[in-house]
């Protein structure tokens, strides 16, 4: 950058709208740093009350504030462009939001892959989970109103709003009253493994804490058993199944 550059009113227009981006990637760093910093010292239950209360505020005021710079309306703390799409254009917004996700961490794993080996990057990425996991129960509890313990059909629910069920193909079958089946038929990454020749890759070591820590954040009595998952062999119509029972 230019020596004449000595503050931000000194920025191009180019500049500046890059400084933008990279602010509000500084909040998103922030956000996240404070969640993890209150989990790390007074832990997950006190993490995520004060995430109940820090959230809402937060970003009620921050889309307050971008809605009279950028001239958007807010209805009931939504923005007004949002409730103006149609069904399906908001459900395009959603799954591109869902597979953001995905690419997001595949590009965490593979930064530490990249950088310091497959090792390293699955034992980041299990660790992740087991954090992941249980906050996104949390937010979907909170989201459908499942109470504390919403049972096997309170997590057959909550297995349909996770941001997976957006980009991947899954089912569910009753196995007695006590305990269903759920099965993962077309994984979004393991498709596209396949259509380049790759074997499966071997994410069992992530879906047993994914799946077992999702499932007693829902409801703390019920258990998780692994079916199959990579490295496992598999049917063709699937690619992992658990089996949950009360």
């Given at each position: ?145 499942l109470g504390d313990q919403p049972g096997l059909e309170g997590l057959k629910k909550a297995l349909s709003f996770r941001v997976y069920a957006r980009i991947n193909v899954q089912s569910f079958s009753d196995d007695g009253p006590d305990a269903f089946i759920f099965r993962m038929n077309e994984c979004r990454v393991q498709v596209a493994r396949k259509s380049k020749n790759l074997p499966d890759y071997p994410c069992k070591s992530a879906g047993l804490v994914e ?36």
């Amino acid at each position: 950058m230019a020596d004449t550059v000595r503050t931000t009113d000194d920025l191009n227009q180019e500049q500046t709208a890059r400084f933008v981006m990279d602010v509000m990637h500084r909040t998103m760093i922030h956000y996240a740093l404070w969640f993890t910093e209150i989990r790390h010292q007074m832990g997950m239950e006190k993490a995520l009350e004060a995430l109940s209360v820090a959230s809402k505020k937060s970003v009620g005021l921050q889309l307050n504030r971008l809605s009279k710079i950028l001239g958007f309306e807010m209805q009931d703390g939504i923005p007004k462009p949002l409730l103006n799409m149609e069904k399906k254009d908001l459900l395009a917004l959603l799954d591109g939001a869902s597979i953001n996700w995905l690419t997001n961490d595949g590009v965490w794993f593979q930064s530490v892959e990249f950088t310091s080996g497959m090792n390293d990057a699955k034992r980041c990425n299990d660790s992740c989970w087991a954090h992941f996991s249980p906050f996104e129960a949390w937010s979907i509890k909170r989201f459908l109103g499942l109470g504390d313990q919403p049972g096997l059909e309170g997590l057959k629910k909550a297995l349909s709003f996770r941001v997976y069920a957006r980009i991947n193909v899954q089912s569910f079958s009753d196995d007695g009253p006590d305990a269903f089946i759920f099965r993962m038929n077309e994984c979004r990454v393991q498709v596209a493994r396949k259509s380049k020749n790759l074997p499966d890759y071997p994410c069992k070591s992530a879906g047993l804490v994914e799946y077992t820590y999702f499932a007693r954040a829902i409801d703390p009595r019920i258990k998780t058993e692994c079916i199959g998952c990579p490295p496992d062999d598999h049917p063709d119509d699937w690619y992992c199944a658990w089996r949950f029972s009360l």
